[in-house]
């Protein structure tokens, strides 16, 4: 099993930055990508942004592309997102999630979510 605890998140204001921070632990070497979902209130869940942890690959959403960052240190296992120019709609829960590839068994793992909330 993987245990995944974030931190970083706040209230700032439209145009402000934050950085998320996302710490792995346990069965940490079967991990595959890393990465963040968010979710607002009464809308679903939606992906943000994703790292491999092998070639340091990434991904992000439409709405976050030039704004945000995610960033992987393999020694710490640990997994930020740099989150600059920020807008009220980017108010949220954000989940941090780790892919687990186990063998035959792939499986998702998720932090407790920290709430960013951006006021105009």
């Known amino acids: 099993q993987v245990q995944l605890v974030e931190s970083g998140g706040g209230l700032v204001q439209a145009g402000g930055s934050l950085r998320l921070s996302c710490t792995a632990s346990?069965?940490?070497?079967?991990?595959?990508?890393s990465g963040w979902y968010r979710q607002a209130p009464g809308k679903e869940r939606e992906f943000v942004a994703s790292?491999?942890?092998?070639?340091?690959?990434?991904s992000y959403a439409d709405s976050v592309k030039g704004r945000f960052t995610i960033s992987g240190d393999n020694s710490q296992r640990t997994v930020y997102l740099q989150m600059n120019s920020l807008k009220p709609e980017d108010t949220a829960i954000y989940y941090c999630?780790?892919?687990?590839?186990?063998?035959?068994?792939?499986?998702?793992?998720w932090g407790q979510g920290t709430q960013v909330t951006v006021s105009s």
């Open positions: 346990g069965r940490t070497f079967t991990m595959n990508r």
């Open positions: 999630y780790a892919l687990v590839v186990d063998g035959a068994v792939s499986l998702n793992y």
């Open positions: 790292i491999r942890w092998t070639g340091g690959s990434t």
